[in-house]
């Protein structure tokens, strides 16, 4: 026995020093839970000396060992509350404050079960213990309560921990069995049993040093599962299904029940019913923290990030709500011009920060009703219950405000925006207030879309409304392009051919072909209509080829007639810039057999304007291949004189603006000579830079006697004829051949030759050789946009 008594007393002095010395390496909460545990360690290895010592000194006076078993208990019942404490304050146990009541009430639940069932055992009838329970010994009691709270608390923690739980698990079994072993010193006390005083002795021992040792060693044991739903109620059965089935025993023994047991039993149900109740409260906000999660994800789903205003979901659910309830609403759309430059030139970040600003300056011009939003990339929205005068207003106030300077670290930004406008009850636009269709949205949409369409195709930086001719505009620009893409299988299109007349014989010698296009529904599809069509949807090149192809199939056929004639092909800048298109146009000349100097390929002046350098290099390319090239338009007003000096070209083809002006120009404001016409002056300029040259769009008598007499030696335009079909063309030349014209046309008499196509047969020669020599001498490159020249007035395309 006193070999029990010493080896308990060092196993709990050594346990108290593991427990002390780990304080003094942990920090934060774990230090905290640590100087509990030793606290708690201390009192129970005082308490433990403080019985073995009684033991040791017993009389058989019962009032002495009632009091030493006071003592012991008192110290025993601190040193659990301690160690529960301790237990309670370690990271991760105790998830919050209200799972820490949860906790607790669930520890004292399980801890009145269990000190009911030890009542029931132990007591009449069952008495367990026999002739030695003495349950009227108030340590006993003391003790038994505090070691039913710290086992119930321990069973709890060490059942709700997460996995790997071992090390936390022998922390709560030390501390139980400290608490158990108190129990048996002071039991052993009480009933003056040394034996039972010297296990209890033991067995707080053993705790102590399972708790010591798992304190030592323990790591952090995660967050203790909370999960309301799955598990967090279970406990609430467990302890009540073992009060009922020992209740139940006890009365079939004839048991009888005092106040501790009904009082163990009232401490059971309000401690379920307040743990229910506070799990229901926790619920509740769960559900509630839930919704506002809800909502606020909500939100953000209908929100643009970057910028904080709704994005197009949100537009949608605002538009949808306004048609639903019949309000009249009017819808701005809204796209940054040149805004993709922007990132190119300046980065994605300050894209970003350009658009954040638009949102700002957004928000600070709408009303409280209205909604602005980003749609996505550089495009926005306004949506607006502000009549049509005032949503005019705000279009114009934000045209303002966004084409501001956008200051940024780097330097500020500049842009400008389009802004279309549509609202409901527009004409022919959405329905009315009196009826709502799910596609009024719809409809409203793509009509502010319309709109802002054609404020980009208006030049940009203003404000459109909707109107329904742009929808139909759009359609048919839809079907054009459709139905393009099949034309050339479907064989409808033709070439007719523009002649170009030597002067003043008005000899046809050369030929300009022209694209048409007639479509079984459409009609005759103008050629200023499809051109750009094709340029924008890739189409062009297969025009391109097919237009070449043709032109130098009927070069050919009059070759081989015997007509001395060249044909001109528009080439646009999609064409020219192709890699390819060097080798399409010396496989055509190839496989019709055309001698290259009778090909002309003719670029507008406005290619001028894009990279002079490679234009040069691509033209220079294709009069490699022994093709001429001539610059069409010229005087439109693209390309300056130092361009024209180093562009390799043949022949310059004068713009008919410049051929109506065949008037001399008197100065302003100033005395002195009028000045020659433009068209003296451009004729000049050609000849001196040694081109030649062909005068566009004479349309009359008058014009023709003004380049005649500013020495221009050809002419194109309605004077000498539209653009015909090859046989037209063919019979024309076949007259010019047979009718010998007159010396030259009279200003007011429009001279038969014109119309009968006949010819000079004795070309007038210039300094470039004869007429056939046009077409024969080698020289450099140029381009043209296939799409869009003139005939005269603006007629017919080049093409």
Known sequence: MIAVAVLSGLGATVATGLLVVSVRHRSGGYRQAH??????????????????????????????????????????????????????RMPGVVGSPSGAVRLLLDGVSVAAALWFVGWVLFSEPTRLLGETTHLACPPILLATVSAALAAGLNAVVAARAPRPRARLAGLCCGVTNMVCGGLGVAGGLCEGLAWLALAGGAVLAVGLLSAGLAVHTTKPPGQVDADLIRRDSEYAFVPMVAMAASAAYHLLQDGRFDALAITAGSIEGFALVTRQYLTLHDMRGYAARLAEREAHFRELAHTDPLTGLANRRGLLRALASAVAGGEPVVLLGLDLDGFKHVNDMRGHDVGDAVLAEVGRRLRARQGPEDLAARLGGDEFAVLTRRGPQDAERLAQVLLHALGEAYQQPDGPVFLSVSVGVAGRGDPDGAAGSHHVDESDVEVLLRHADLALRHAKQQGKNRVERYDATYERMLRRRTTVEHEMRGAIGRGELRLVFQPVASLPSVRPVGAEALLRWRHPELGNVRPDEFIPLAEECGMIAALGAWVLDQACLQLSRWLADGHDVWVSVNVSPRELHAEEYVGQVAEALRAHRVPPQRLVLEVT??????????????????????????????????????????????????????????????????????????????????????????????????????????????????????????????????????????????????????????????PVRSERGSQSDLVAEDAASTQVRPGVGRDVHGGAARR
């Open 35 to 88: 100087l509990l545990l030793a606290a708690g360690a201390t009192v129970a290895t005082l308490s433990l000396a403080t019985g073995l010592a009684a033991v040791a000194v017993q009389g058989d006076h019962q009032g002495e060992r009632t009091q030493w078993a006071t003592v012991v208990a008192i110290g025993i019942a601190v040193s659990g509350f301690l160690g529960c404490a301790g237990l309670l």
């Open 605 to 762: 002046e406005h290619t001028v304007a894009t990279d002079v350098d490679e234009l040069i290099r691509r033209l220079t390319a294709l009069r490699r291949t022994g093709v001429r090239i001539a610059l069409d338009d010229f005087g439109a007003g693209y390309s300056s004189l130092g361009q024209l000096r180093r562009l390799p070209i043949d022949i310059l083809k004068i713009d008919h603006s410049l051929v109506a002006e065949h008037e001399p120009v008197r100065p302003v404001d100033r005395d002195g000579p009028p000045f020659a016409p433009m068209v003296d002056i451009v004729m000049r300029l050609g000849h001196q830079l040694g081109l030649e040259v062909i005068a566009e769009g004479v349309t009359s008598p008058t014009e023709l006697a003004a380049v005649v007499a500013a020495g221009c030696r050809f002419g194109q335009g309605a004077l000498f004829g539209w653009g015909v079909p090859a046989e037209n063309l063919e019979a024309m030349l076949d007259a010019a051949t047979s009718v010998v014209p007159r010396p030259s046309p009279a200003a007011d008499d429009e001279p038969a030759l014109v119309r009968a196509g006949t010819a000079d047969p004795e």
